[in-house]
């Protein structure tokens, strides 16, 4: 019965020893998991190399018809260790975008180009034609600059303000209408395919292992020409949300 005893007892030592050093194992292996979390405690600065979809809809001033879909890559570099108070604790970070593919998907509409013409009170009009659909491009983001709450062991979010440029195959958005009206109709009342795009939003990095992370996104975006063009019409406000993966290094 002694022996059984001793077997018993240093079995339940065994078990618990096992118990322990699997969760201290486990408790190091989720730590790694979110370098924002602790590495950067550690004055280890990591990489982040991402790609992602991004995609929303217009709200403002007749755009909630106009929908947005682009993919494109990401990359950062956090600049600095955790810092800061309580839930603020965390660290800046200075990252890129590019979007190869983007596409704005708006409504048709037909208009004409109107000119005065050569007789008083009188003017001259193209034939109508087709203008708005779907416009095709490219964006980047060279300007972003993101503050990363270093979270759990398993997330953390970020909030962001941003700025970039994008360049579409036809000048974008189409302006002008149906109606006849020489100031919107005239030989000069075009937009432009060159856009600015400031922009702001908040995400989540959530870690499903060691260095690798789904991110979610949700990104107020203004686009405007800046007056490159005849005219602005511009997105005054979209909201968009993205999806993506991400290697840490």
């Known amino acids: 019965m002694k022996k059984l005893r001793r077997v018993g007892s240093a079995g339940s030592w065994a078990f618990a020893l096992t118990?322990?050093?699997s969760f201290t194992t486990g408790a190091v292996g989720q730590m790694d998991m979110n370098p924002l979390h602790s590495d950067v405690a550690a004055a280890r600065q990591p990489f982040e190399f991402g790609a992602l979809v991004q995609g929303g809809n217009g709200l403002t001033e007749n755009r909630d018809n106009f929908h947005f879909l682009m993919a494109g890559v990401h990359a950062g570099k956090v600049l600095t260790n955790n810092f800061g108070p309580g839930l603020l604790h965390g660290n800046f970070e200075y990252a890129?975008?590019?979007f190869p593919f983007?596409?704005?998907y708006t409504p048709k509409f037909q208009r004409a180009d109107c000119i005065a013409g050569p007789v008083p009170n009188t003017i001259e009009c193209s034939p109508l034609y087709t203008v708005g659909g779907t416009y095709s491009?490219?964006?980047v983001t060279p300007i972003i600059l993101r503050w990363n709450f270093?979270?759990?062991r398993r997330m953390s979010f970020w909030a962001q303000g941003a700025g970039g440029l994008l360049w579409t195959n036809h000048k974008y958005p189409a302006f002008g209408s149906s109606t006849l009206n020489l100031a919107n109709d005239g030989p000069n009342t075009d937009a432009s395919v060159w856009n600015f795009t400031p922009q702001g939003g908040m995400g989540l990095h959530y870690f499903i292992?060691?260095?690798r992370s789904i991110d979610f996104?949700?990104?107020a975006v203004h686009i405007s020409s800046a007056s490159l063009g005849d005219k602005n019409p511009g997105?005054?406000?979209s909201v968009q949300f993205s999806l993506g993966y991400t290697w840490w290094k």
């Open 19 to 21: 118990l322990l050093v």
């Open 150 to 152: 270093s979270g759990t």
């Open 102 to 104: 983007w596409q704005s």
């Open 137 to 139: 491009g490219a964006s």
């Open 235 to 237: 997105v005054n406000a």
């Open 217 to 219: 996104s949700a990104n």
């Open 209 to 211: 292992k060691p260095r």
């Open 96 to 98: 890129v975008e590019a």
